[in-house]
């Protein structure tokens, strides 16, 4: 009986025990990948070269020899004295040391990491999977109904001759003289007719044409550098304000100079993310984009620690949105006191792979604009000027209440919708469509 | 007659199919002198100037301090494979010692436009950029508040740091004036400061049992 049970327990613990094993082998892998995310992969990579060497085969190039490895990572400095190898890696990467790991990093630490880059391998990519055929052609209705109008209309003109050849024949047979046939571009009717249409269509296009000149909505030019703001801003979040912060500060919202791409894309040289299409649905290669952007850039991702920004030529990026030369208009007037968002005037840029424009910077659309938009009284020092607006508003408030203790209500019960009275004030009530606001 | 009528109808259907809808051309203008400014703007081209007799330094006069601004950082960029500059940054003392809630706020946010989409929302490294490595940028950034060097760096040397870039990080002076570098230096201490005042009980609680 005892027997039995020391061999139930037996059993039980070695089964616990393999399954404990199991579940720490497995976090071990786990504690590798955390370390090595926590301290080496600010400068490391496996398979990209970043501050320091792509780490992919490090056993292998060290000879495998941890002890030295050990040595390096917690002190390499003072190794790189000792070893040639070493001394040579520091000179490759131009003196930049790595980071002392002694006290931070403990032996077992150190070899977990070391075995998670031993073990780690480069995922495969599945390329095509998903995205592709996303943008299958969108059919275009406009031509199917332009054939079908055209074969209607022959349809129609055909019918049209069959019906009075037909009325020729029945009245030749009961004797009714045909009159002279005309032709049909001397008969009358056709002709007004053609006149009339010319006339609609033509008076259309000008009218058209002419209130079109100089305005751009939709104007989507080709860009030296295919950008994907939907990408940028959208995908990876990144602040409109990070490359226009001049939105804020003065009359432009500033494009960036080549030096602030590359605070990124010093490190990023490849575009892994969904397919791009352009605005024509053809698609685009997004490392080639980068690489265009390093020519500009004048960087070479072999030496990146040698690059200098100052060498940097400016892209010529096309300018979409054009205001007149007599209109004047300043972003940070309408982004920091008015408080108006980026996209009340840009569209959705988030999805805007090419931007386009959005807004058609008429006249006529900002007067409607300065006449709708209500002023942000709150939390805004700029308008804090307009005593009275504040005064009248005060009145108001006051004569409604007056009214209200009338009716009965107590006063501390009355409580007035502050929104209410400050929505009636549009910036067209502080001046936003005097003529020389924008004009001078 | 026959052959006329397919070809104009070819014609027209090319055409239909050529014109897209994509307007890659501007529109005309009606006066195009008042549109197109005629004086030098913004981003135009005045690399020219000089042939036509004009000279012209868009580059304030060497020393020049705007208004409101902090004075220059007293240490240059070190050369490639040197650190002496970036090491004696560590004993410049930042010249903001305190700020009001609205500075701080504002610091914050300039924090989470410029240095939050990599070093996180939360100052942790975890940036939409990174994202537990799932995202575009191939380095993971310095979390803030954990990681050994950076939560105990000098502010001088962030200064540093940020003015002139570190390894895969560039500058940020074309981005922030010192000013404001300075501003998000303090705030970015101040929530190291909190981390470690909520993180001491708790190590100190652990060591008593």
Same mark, same amino acid.
């Given at each position: 009986?005892?027997?039995?049970?020391?061999?139930?327990?037996?059993?039980?613990?070695?089964?616990?025990?393999?399954?404990?094993?199991?579940?720490?082998?497995?976090?071990?892998?786990?504690?590798?990948? &955390?370390?090595?995310?926590?301290?080496?992969?600010?400068?490391?990579?496996?398979?990209?070269?970043?501050?320091?060497?792509?780490?992919?085969?490090?056993?292998?190039?060290?000879?495998?020899? /941890?002890?030295?490895?050990?040595?390096?990572?917690?002190?390499?400095?003072?190794?790189?004295?000792?070893?040639?190898?070493?001394?040579?890696?520091?000179?490759?990467?131009?003196?930049?040391?790595?980071?002392?790991?002694?006290?931070?990093?403990?032996?077992?630490?150190?070899?977990?990491?070391?075995?998670?880059?031993?073990?780690?391998?480069?995922?495969?990519?599945?390329?095509?999977?998903?995205?592709?055929?996303?943008?299958?052609?969108?059919?275009?209705?406009?031509?199917?109904?332009?054939?079908?109008?055209?074969?209607? &209309?022959?349809? &129609?003109?055909?019918?049209?001759?069959?019906?009075?050849?037909?009325?020729?024949?029945?009245?030749?047979?009961?004797?009714?003289?045909?009159?002279?046939?005309?032709?049909?571009?001397?008969?009358?009717?056709?002709?007004?007719?053609?006149?009339?249409?010319?006339?609609?269509?033509?008076?259309?296009?000008?009218?058209?044409?002419?209130?079109?000149?100089?305005?751009?909505?939709?104007?989507?030019?080709?860009?030296?550098?295919?950008?994907?703001?939907?990408?940028?801003?959208?995908?990876?979040?990144?602040?409109?304000?990070?490359?226009?912060?001049?939105?804020?500060?003065?009359?432009?919202?500033?494009?960036?100079?080549?030096?602030?791409?590359?605070?990124?894309?010093? &490190?990023?040289?490849?575009?892994?993310?969904?397919?791009?299409?352009?605005?024509?649905?053809?698609?685009?290669?997004?490392?080639?984009?980068?690489?265009?952007?390093?020519?500009?850039?004048?960087?070479?991702?072999?030496?990146?620690?040698?690059?200098?920004?100052?060498?940097? /030529?400016?892209?010529?990026?096309?300018?979409?949105?054009?205001?007149?030369?007599?209109?004047?208009?300043?972003?940070?007037?309408?982004?920091?006191?008015?408080?108006?968002?980026?996209?009340?005037?840009?569209?959705?840029?988030?999805?805007?792979?090419?931007?386009?424009?959005?807004?058609?910077?008429?006249?006529?659309?900002?007067?409607?604009?300065? /006449?709708?938009?209500?002023?942000?009284?709150?939390?805004?020092?700029?308008?804090?000027?307009?005593?009275?607006?504040?005064?009248?508003?005060?009145?108001?408030?006051?004569?409604?209440?007056?009214?209200?203790?009338?009716?009965?209500?107590?006063?501390?019960?009355?409580?007035?919708?502050?929104?209410?009275?400050?929505?009636?004030?549009?910036?067209?009530?502080?001046?936003?469509?005097?003529?020389?606001?924008?004009?001078? | 007659?026959?052959k006329l009528t397919i070809i104009a109808f070819l014609t027209a259907a090319v055409v239909?199919?050529?014109?897209?809808?994509?307007?890659?051309?501007?529109?005309?203008?009606?006066? %195009?002198?008042?549109?197109?400014?005629?004086?030098?703007?913004?981003?135009?081209?005045?690399?020219?100037?000089?042939?036509?007799?004009?000279?012209?330094?868009?580059?304030?006069?060497?020393?020049?301090?705007?208004?409101?601004?902090?004075?220059?950082?007293?240490?240059?960029?070190?050369?490639?494979?040197?650190?002496?500059?970036?090491?004696?940054?560590?004993?410049?003392?930042?010249?903001?010692?305190?700020?009001?809630?609205?500075?701080?706020?504002?610091?914050?946010?300039m924090y989470l436009i410029n240095c939050g989409i990599c070093h996180g929302k939360n100052?942790?490294?975890?940036?939409?950029?990174?994202?537990?490595?799932?995202? %575009?940028?191939?380095?993971? %950034?310095?979390?803030?508040?954990?990681?050994?060097?950076?939560?105990?760096?000098?502010?001088?040397?962030?200064?540093?740091?940020?003015?002139?870039?570190?390894?895969?990080?560039?500058?940020?002076?074309?981005?922030?004036?010192?000013?404001?570098?300075?501003?998000?230096?303090?705030?970015?201490?101040?929530?190291?400061?909190?981390?470690?005042?909520?993180?001491? %009980?708790?190590?100190?609680?652990?060591?008593?049992?």
């Amino acid at each position: 009986m005892t027997h039995r049970r020391l061999a139930k327990t037996i059993i039980l613990s070695t089964i616990l025990l393999i399954g404990l094993s199991f579940i720490s082998n497995t976090s071990l892998a786990q504690d590798g990948k &955390a370390l090595f995310n926590a301290n080496c992969a600010s400068c490391h990579k496996l398979d990209q070269k970043l501050t320091g060497p792509a780490l992919m085969g490090v056993e292998d190039r060290w000879k495998g020899n /941890r002890a030295n490895l050990h040595k390096w990572i917690k002190n390499s400095s003072a190794y790189a004295k000792t070893d040639p190898y070493a001394s040579a890696l520091v000179k490759e990467y131009n003196g930049t040391v790595m980071n002392a790991f002694e006290g931070v990093l403990d032996d077992k630490q150190i070899d977990l990491v070391l075995d998670y880059i031993k073990n780690w391998k480069p995922t495969v990519e599945t390329a095509g999977a998903g995205g592709a055929g996303a943008k299958a052609a969108e059919s275009d209705n406009s031509l199917l109904f332009g054939i079908l109008t055209l074969i209607l &209309a022959v349809v &129609a003109l055909t019918l049209l001759q069959v019906n009075s050849n037909l009325k020729k024949l029945s009245d030749d047979k009961s004797g009714i003289p045909a009159p002279e046939p005309i032709a049909f571009w001397k008969n009358k009717a056709y002709i007004a007719m053609v006149i009339v249409v010319l006339f609609v269509v033509g008076g259309y296009m000008t009218t058209k044409g002419a209130i079109g000149l100089g305005r751009n909505k939709e104007y989507q030019p080709q860009q030296p550098i295919f950008y994907s703001h939907k990408v940028h801003a959208g995908t990876n979040q990144i602040n409109c304000l990070y490359c226009h912060g001049g939105a804020e500060q003065g009359k432009h919202a500033n494009i960036p100079s080549v030096n602030v791409c590359m605070n990124c894309h010093k &490190a990023i040289n490849e575009y892994k993310g969904e397919k791009l299409f352009d605005a024509e649905g053809k698609e685009v290669d997004g490392t080639a984009q980068i690489k265009k952007l390093y020519e500009y850039a004048g960087f070479n991702p072999a030496k990146a620690a040698e690059w200098d920004a100052s060498k940097a /030529r400016p892209i010529e990026w096309t300018k979409i949105h054009n205001l007149p030369d007599h209109v004047y208009f300043n972003h940070s007037q309408h982004t920091k006191a008015g408080k108006v968002q980026c996209q009340t005037c840009h569209g959705e840029i988030t999805a805007m792979g090419e931007v386009k424009q959005f807004a058609e910077l008429s006249m006529g659309w900002c007067v409607n604009c300065h /006449r709708e938009t209500k002023v942000q009284f709150k939390e805004n020092g700029f308008y804090s000027i307009y005593e009275k607006f504040h005064e009248d508003i005060k009145k108001e408030m006051d004569k409604d209440e007056a009214d209200l203790i009338e009716k009965g209500f107590k006063k501390e019960n009355i409580k007035l919708d502050t929104a209410k009275y400050f929505n009636k004030i549009t910036v067209e009530k502080i001046g936003g469509t005097e003529c020389q606001k924008c004009h001078y | 007659m026959k052959k006329l009528t397919i070809i104009a109808f070819l014609t027209a259907a090319v055409v239909i199919v050529s014109c897209s809808d994509v307007k890659r051309k501007p529109n005309d203008i009606y006066m %195009p002198d008042m549109a197109y400014s005629r004086a030098y703007e913004t981003y135009a081209d005045h690399s020219n100037l000089k042939d036509s007799g004009i000279y012209y330094d868009n580059m304030p006069v060497k020393g020049t301090i705007a208004r409101g601004e902090e004075m220059p950082f007293p240490y240059a960029k070190d050369a490639l494979g040197d650190t002496t500059n970036y090491v004696a940054s560590k004993s410049v003392k930042s010249p903001v010692d305190s700020l009001t809630e609205e500075q701080l706020t504002e610091a914050e946010r300039m924090y989470l436009i410029n240095c939050g989409i990599c070093h996180g929302k939360n100052l942790d490294g975890n940036g939409p950029l990174w994202k537990d490595g799932s995202g %575009p940028f191939p380095a993971a %950034p310095k979390n803030l508040i954990a990681d050994a060097v950076v939560s105990k760096m000098p502010e001088g040397q962030m200064f540093y740091s940020v003015t002139y870039g570190k390894n895969t990080m560039g500058s940020y002076a074309s981005q922030l004036n010192r000013k404001q570098r300075w501003d998000i230096i303090y705030y970015i201490k101040k929530k190291q400061a909190a981390a470690k005042a909520t993180a001491a %009980p708790a190590k100190t609680e652990t060591a008593a049992k």
